[in-house]
C-alpha cells in the first residue's frame, strides 16, 4: 500500500518542495493548505483547506494519513496552535520543521547565535520552543536546520551530540531539508527527538 503523507504549509517554500520531493517518491500526498484552489491539482495530491486554529479542520484533513510533515510558519502562535492540531489528528508519525539555535539545539549552536536568534527572533521564539517541545512529547521527530536557500538535496541527518562546532550555523539548501525529512517520514530512525539537518 503506498504512503500516504499530510504536508502542513505545503505552499511554502519549504513545504512546496516537501510535495514535489514526496510526489516524485511515488508517495500520495494531501496538502494542507489555507486556500487549496490557488494549488493546481496533480495526480497523487490532495487538497485539503485547513486552520491550524481550528484543530478539528487539521484532524478532517488528515484521516487516512500516515505520516504529517509540517514546514509551517507564521506569527508567534501559529506554530504552537499547528503542533497541538498536529498531535491531535492522531497520524502516527509527525516530523517536524524547527530552527538550529532555538530550543534543544541551543547549547549546540554556540553563543553567538543564540545571543543572534534572542535579538532577531524574540518574539518567536516561545513559540518555537513550545511547539517543538509538544512534537517531541508525542514522539515525534523536530528537525533544527541553519540558514536556508537554493542547491542541492545532498543531505546528512545528526543528532544534537554530533553537530559541528562551528561560530555560525552552516546553510543548507530547502531541497535538502525536505529530502532529510521525507527520509525520516519513510524510515523514522529519531522519534521523539530534535536533529539536524546538514549539507552532505
Known sequence: MTMRVAILGASGKVGSLLMEDA???????????????????????????????????VVKAVKGSDVLVSALGGP????????????????????????????????????????LLSLFMRGELPDKTAADATIRAAGGTVFHVGPMGDGPAAHRTLTLKDAPKRLFPAGISRAAVAAAMLDEAQNPSFPGQTVIAVPN
Open 76 to 115: 508567534p502562535g501559529t506554530l504552537v496552535a499547528g503542533a497541538k492540531a498536529a498531535v491531535a489528528s492522531g497520524v502516527g508519525r509527525i516530523v517536524w520543521l524547527g530552527a538550529y539555535g532555538t530550543g534543544e539545539s541551543a547549547q549546540a549552536a554556540g553563543f553567538l547565535t543564540r545571543s
Open 23 to 57: 510526489l516524485t517518491r511515488g508517495l500520495e500526498v494531501t496538502a494542507l493548505v489555507r486556500d487549496p484552489s490557488r494549488m493546481p491539482e496533480r495526480p497523487g495530491l490532495e487538497r485539503a483547506a485547513v486552520d491550524v486554529n481550528d484543530a478539528d479542520s
